[in-house]
Structures are given as C-alpha cells and as structure tokens.
Nanobody, 122 residues
Framework: QVQLVESGGGLVQAGGSLRLSCAAS????????MGWFRQAPGKEREFVGY????????YYADFVKGRFTISRDNAKNTVYLQMNSLKPEDTAVYYC???????????????WGQGTQVTVSS
C-alpha cells in the first residue's frame, strides 16, 4: 500500500499560480503512475493529468494544457502539480492518486490522498 498526503492548496486570485505537492509513503513510490484529479462542488471528479513512473511522460486534460505541469521527484517520494494562469473555474478540491497502469479513469486508481482545496477568486 501507499499513503498519499496533498498540500499547497489555498486561495489565489485569477491569473495567479499555486503548486500542489503530494507526498507518498509506503511501497516504493516509483512503482506507481501518479495522477491528479479535481472535484468541484456538485460535479463529478475529473481527471487533470498524470505522470509516468520515471517522470518522462505526462498527459493532461485539454482544459489544463499549457497551464498546469506535473512533475515528480522519486527520491523525495513526491509528485507536484504546478498550476499557472488559474481561473475561477479551476476552483475545486484537488486529489493525487496512484495507479499501477496507465489510465485516466478515477475508478482505476488504487490509492488516493485526502485532497486539498484550491479556490480561485475573480
């Protein structure tokens, strides 16, 4: 098993930036594909992006391409979500998750963090 803890959320003005972190403990971090998801009030949880095991590959949802960047440091057991040019519609709880296989489906991620709130004011 792996335990995931997100941090770095907060309140930011539109156009601003935030960097979320997700620290992992337990099984070797490099065993997992790491994804980021978000869930706004009253909406389904949606895929934001993922990063491959070595960090060499990433994939993003269309609505964040060019604005968000995912990176990972396997030596620190941490994955990051750098969010730039934030918009009010990016307001949501952001979750990191771990999977054994390449997938964008939330149901196929095996482990989840507790989430961190990101609020973007207009």
């Amino acid at each position: 098993q792996v335990q995931l803890v997100e941090s770095g959320g907060g309140l930011v003005q539109a156009g601003g930036s935030l960097r979320l972190s997700c620290a992992a403990s337990g099984r070797p971090f490099s065993s997992y594909l790491m994804g980021w998801f978000r869930q706004a009030p009253g909406k389904e949880r949606e895929f934001v992006g993922y990063i491959g095991w070595s960090g060499g590959s990433t994939y993003y949802a269309d609505f964040v391409k060019g604005r968000f960047t995912i990176s990972r440091d396997n030596a620190k057991n941490t994955v990051y979500l750098q969010m730039n040019s934030l918009k009010p519609e990016d307001t949501a709880v952001y979750y990191c998750a771990a999977a054994y296989h390449v997938t964008t489906a939330a149901s196929l991620y095996d482990y989840w963090g507790q989430g961190t709130q990101v609020t973007v004011s207009s």
